[in-house]
């Protein structure tokens, strides 16, 4: 299976964020009368639940890790080669490197996993082997990281470097080192004295030596985003389980508090994650994961459940559910997600949230874990956790809470449901926000529309990262660009990236039986659009089943027909003039779009979709529906509605 890796370089644009010491300040706070952390005693228990939870699998779920198990023993060990290692350097191609280094790792895990089920050392040899390969390898980064170098050059020699896959890489082998001591001494005394040195220097060592790694936060002009809670995460668990010195355990647990509350400072208060919800994993579900740990480490002695900033930050993936494995999908979020159950369920517990835990139970099934779910990111992570969790998860009532109404003021990203608990009804998600969000898309006032679940306005999404994705070439690349989003094109002008591209005076509001989301998009266009406003204004109506689109516009000079585009899976059909007929597959229903064909010319076009990724979400072609003015005036005003076809 190809891995699809989702990284990120280092966001800029930085801006004065709150100090809140949230994590750090709970712990100086508990630990007035001594030392809090226990690692031993956690390591040890740890250990023998995590046996205790696999021995109690129920049995289809072994039976399904052993086939995959078994499938990775037939696979030969990935070679991984300098010339391919290169490739990113000489052309930009991620792939050829990556899919080998991913391949040893998911086969490695998938082999500790069945051996931990099966316990009769029939994997035992591969997975020394494998271990073997790791400690082998001349650096864990993979070379679209290397810009974390300090000596340059596109290959990591002699400099350890701490990026995603350095520390994931750590955590797999970490774990392995915990739950198959025996098993591997008995292969050789010396292998895991060997493995303990690597992860000692490689990861331990750097990390509590080194402040400069972007994504600490540490250095201020440069944002943390989810590499912040991943990296640390990862150390941390790292750390409590190689780490013997009670100093060195200290010193990293400090820092990875110290460093977690940077990133939390950038968090707005309504707990959004402006990387979206595709991200929402690696980001604010990593940081409930590491709040678990904290609370584990200390034996419950830190306690955050007080928090509402940490419990909105866990509540926010349910209030971006669509339907099923349907989630809103701005910024470098695919269409499908199926979020890991035991990251909701920890936030569940940690809160005390029963809608939480009920929504971990609803997306147990739904994320095919244990069939397809160890093969992609958080691997041995996601197998740890999701065992603990397992039996409490069957126990639970499933429930998708499929709230009416969610505004994140803070962010702003606005999800609006016809009818509460009905997946089928109309769905409307809509965001203002900033052209220099993490994983941005220049997208300031897109819009999607959903009904019975099914795209019909849709938001593309990311394609497959390469080279150009993360440096200034990523705004050429045509997905990322708001022409092709819901969004209009100004003077011949689209919206410009960056933090001071952002929508002004965006507002949210409810009267009677509508709700209205208001913002003025000038401020997303550079000066070449000679925009001095554009209000944008969407209208929904859950009783009648419509959403009404207003615009009203104040140009300072006219220099050709300004568009409106809307995006979808399917072609548009032309009804009668001023009236077309979005469709979507998946559904009977249709939805009628109404324009003002006296003010607007009619442009629609095909496009080709190439890459990979965006061909798995909407096939191989998208549609794009453009309303082109066809007056000249420099100020006006004009509506497009969507009704639920009779």
């Known amino acids: ?22 994590v750090y300040g709970e712990y100086q706070q508990k630990s007035t009368s001594g030392d809090i952390f226990d690692v031993g005693t956690w390591r040890e228990q740890k250990r023998t639940s995590l046996i205790k939870n696999i021995a109690q699998l129920p049995d289809s779920v072994k ?9 990775a023993l037939q696979r030969e060990w990935p070679v991984l080669t300098l010339s391919k290692y290169l490739l990113y350097t000489q052309t930009g191609d991620r792939n050829q490197y990556e899919s080998r280094y991913f391949g ?12 931990l089920v099966e316990r009769k050392g029939r994997y035992l040899p591969e997975i020394a082997d494998g271990l073997w390969l790791m400690l082998e390898e001349t650096s864990w980064a993979v070379p679209a990281t290397l810009n974390l170098l300090q000596q340059g050059g596109g290959l990591a020699h002699n400099e350890p470097v701490i990026d995603l896959f350095v520390s994931e890489t750590a955590a797999l082998l970490a774990w392995t080192r915990l739950l198959l001591p025996e098993e591997l001494s008995g292969v050789s005394p010396l292998l895991l004295s060997r493995l303990d040195d690597e992860l000692q220097s490689r990861v331990i060592t750097p990390y509590i030596e080194r402040d400069d790694f972007w994504w600490m936060g540490f250095v201020k ?61 690696m980001a604010g579900g990593g940081l409930g994961d590491y709040l678990t740990i904290l609370t584990e480490v200390s034996n419950r002695r830190l306690d955050f459940s007080k928090n509402e900033l940490l419990h909105h930050i866990g509540t926010y993936i349910h209030k971006m559910q669509i339907d099923g494995r349907r989630f809103v999908n701005f910024a470098d979020a ?72 969610n505004w994140l003021p803070d962010l702003q990203v606005l999800s609006l449901r016809q009818r509460a608990g009905d997946a089928k009804s109309l769905f409307v998600g809509a965001k203002g926000g900033h052209n220099g969000e993490s994983h941005n898309h220049n997208d300031v006032g897109n819009f999607v529309l959903y009904l019975d679940g099914q795209p019909f306005l849709i938001d593309l999404g990311p394609s497959t990262y390469r080279k150009e994705t993360f440096n200034n070439d990523r705004w050429k690349i045509w997905n990322f660009q708001s022409a092709w989003h819901n969004c209009p094109t100004i ?37 070449e659009a000679e925009v001095a406003r554009w209000q944008r204004e969407l209208v929904f109506k859950p009783t009648e089943g419509t ?20 995006m979808t899976a399917q072609p548009a059909q032309a009804v009668k003039a001023g009236v077309l007929r979005l469709v979507a597959e998946g559904t009977q229903r249709t939805i009628l779009f109404k324009y003002d064909p006296a003010a607007f010319e009619l442009v629609q076009e095909e496009k080709a979709v190439e890459d990979g990724l965006l061909a798995r979400s909407w096939g191989e072609k998208v549609y794009r529906t453009t309303m082109r003015a066809k007056g000249k005036a420099l100020k006006g005003k004009h509506s497009f509605v969507f009704s639920i076809a009779e």
């Open 1 to 22: 299976m190809l891995l699809l890796i989702r990284l990120a370089g280092p966001p800029v644009g930085a801006q004065s964020v709150p100090e809140r010491n949230i």
């Open 63 to 71: 039976q399904i890790l052993l086939g995959r198990a078994d499938e």
């Open 104 to 115: 040893r790792r998911n086969k490695l895990t998938l082999l500790v996993i069945g051996e």
């Open 221 to 281: 002009r440069q944002r943390p985003n989810n590499w912040n809670v991943f990296c640390n995460k990862n150390t941390l668990i790292t750390t409590l389980i190689v780490e013997n010195d009670a100093e060195r355990q200290r010193k990293v647990l400090d820092k990875s508090m110290r460093t977690i509350d940077l990133f939390i400072n950038h968090y707005p208060e309504d707990g959004g994650c402006d990387e979206g919800p595709g991200y929402w994993s």
């Open 334 to 405: 695919t269409p499908f997600i199926a979020p890991d159950p035991a990251k909701i369920y920890h936030y569940g517990q940690l809160f005390n949230d029963e809608q939480l835990l009920q929504f971990a139970a609803y997306c147990y099934p739904l994320s095919n874990l244990w069939r397809a779910g160890f093969a992609s990111r958080e691997t041995m992570n996601s197998f740890v956790d999701n065992v603990e969790a397992e039996a409490a998860l069957r126990q639970i009532r499933p429930h998708a809470p499929l709230l009416p109404q």
């Open 491 to 527: 003077n011949g002008v689209p919206q410009k990236n960056g933090r001071n591209f952002a929508a002004r005076g965006t507002s949210f509001s409810t009267k009677k039986n509508q709700q209205v989301l208001s913002l003025d998009l000038a401020g997303a266009y550079p000066p």
């Open 547 to 566: 959403l009404a689109l207003n615009e009203a516009y104040e140009l300072k000079a006219w220099k050709e027909p300004f568009q409106i585009h809307f």
